[in-house]
């Protein structure tokens, strides 16, 4: 297995990753969105987010978003979002090699602090997984869909 940067030609396979990530936590799923905004998950020098896949023999197993944000309060913070590893491939750390290669980048780019946003059904599942590598639960999100003209 090798840990990556997205490049376009992934963006099929992790189309189908993020379906089976929004259907198992129950958000809603936009294909035409993913794939107009392939652009976003490339790595581009400057930036700073990227998208980082696992992959095993031509098949993307695996896959998470990084970004680098200064918030308001002064500090540089790092994010992991949408992370999923396919469930044929859950159980070998294939998660935890991504996330050890995320916050190797992050902490490269000198962020303060590091966040995962973890879905509710999944926080005590994904707590034993990171807790051990130094997270500790801070917040809990609230998130509510606006009406959209469509």
Same mark, same amino acid.
């Given at each position: ?42 790595f581009?020098?400057?930036l ?6 696992a %992959? ?5 197993? !695996?896959?998470?978003?990084? /970004?680098?944000? =200064? @918030? ?15 469930? %044929? ?5 294939? !998660?935890?090699?991504?996330? /050890?290669k995320? =916050? @190797? ?15 509710m ?30």
């Amino acid at each position: 297995m090798i840990v990556r940067n997205y490049i376009s030609k992934d963006n099929e396979q992790t189309m189908k990753l993020m379906e089976k990530l929004s259907k198992y936590v129950g958000v809603g799923f936009d294909p035409k969105k993913w794939k107009d905004s392939d652009k976003l998950r490339l790595f581009s020098p400057g930036l700073r987010r990227q998208t980082l896949v696992a %992959e095993e023999e031509d098949k993307i197993i !695996g896959m998470g978003m990084i /970004e680098a944000r =200064l @918030e308001p309060s002064g500090e540089m913070v790092g994010y992991l979002n949408n992370w999923i590893v396919d469930p %044929e491939h859950q159980g070998r750390g294939v !998660g935890r090699i991504l996330a /050890e290669k995320a =916050l @190797e980048i992050l902490e490269k780019i000198g962020v303060d602090k590091i966040r995962i946003n973890v879905g509710m059904r999944d926080k005590d599942r994904i707590a034993k997984l990171v807790c051990p590598m130094g997270f500790d639960p801070v917040f809990i999100t609230f998130e509510m869909e606006t009406k959209k003209e469509k």
